[in-house]
Structures are given as C-alpha cells and as structure tokens.
C-alpha cells in the first residue's frame, strides 16, 4: 500500500500537472496559428487564379498586372514560409522548461509590404479600369 503523499508533495505534483496543462494549451493555440498561416497562403494562391483571367489594355497596364501577379505569388511562397518558421521557432520555445527572453520570432513586416504593394497596384487598375476580365 502506498503511503500518503505530503502536503507540499501533493502541491508540487499539482504545480507540475498544471504546467504541462499550460504547455499543451499553448501548444495547441501554436498550431492554429499555423492553420491560420495555411489558410492565408491557400487565399493568396485563390488570388494568383483570379489574376490569371485577367487582360490589360496597354503595356503599361500590362505590366502592373504581371506586377500584381508576381507579388501575389511571391506572397504565397513567404507565407508559407514565415507561417512553418514561425511554428517552429515556437514549439521550439515550447519545449524549453526556462524560455529565453528573446528567442527570434520572425518578423511578418515584409508580409505587409508585398500585401500593400499588391493591393494598391490593384486598386489603381481598377479604379482606371485598365484590367480586364
């Protein structure tokens, strides 16, 4: 028969039970932002389709449309990057019984700038209606 644990055996088990609780719940909410980086780059990827039925009128026009085309399909590939980097680099952190202070998250500032590039291009065509379906 096993002997009564004691009070502060019983408080450290509690504290280390709860501890693993707080990892796996972080865990988890690591892996929906991951899902979250997925469904962004399967929208970014349903974009570069729908610049594909595109025309333009003219060579200038022509060429914001390739532009657009291009930095929607640069920000596929970087947001499946970044969105897989940046997981790991957490789960990494994860695992770690003392996480350092800073541990190299990525930053996602170049993601807003080809997202900014894109959608002004865009806009500019549209409201000059120099693209086509």
């Avoid at 039925?53 to 990057?81: D, H």
């Amino acid at each position: 028969m096993q002997e009564p644990q004691s009070n502060a055996e019983l408080a450290k088990e509690m504290c280390n039970a709860m501890e693993r609780f707080s990892r796996m719940t972080t865990d988890l909410a690591n892996e929906r932002t991951l899902l979250s980086w997925i469904r962004t780059t399967l929208a970014a990827i349903r974009t570069v389709f729908a610049y594909f039925a595109l025309t333009a009128n003219g060579s200038f026009w022509e060429n914001t449309l390739i532009c657009s085309e291009l930095t929607m399909a640069v920000l596929v590939i970087v947001t499946a990057l970044t969105g897989y980097r940046r997981f790991d680099k957490i789960k990494n952190v994860i695992r770690m019984k003392h996480p350092p202070e800073s541990f190299g998250r990525i930053s996602v500032r170049y993601v807003y700038s080809l997202v900014a590039a894109s959608s002004i291009v865009t806009v500019v065509s549209i409201f000059f209606r120099h693209w086509d379906k």
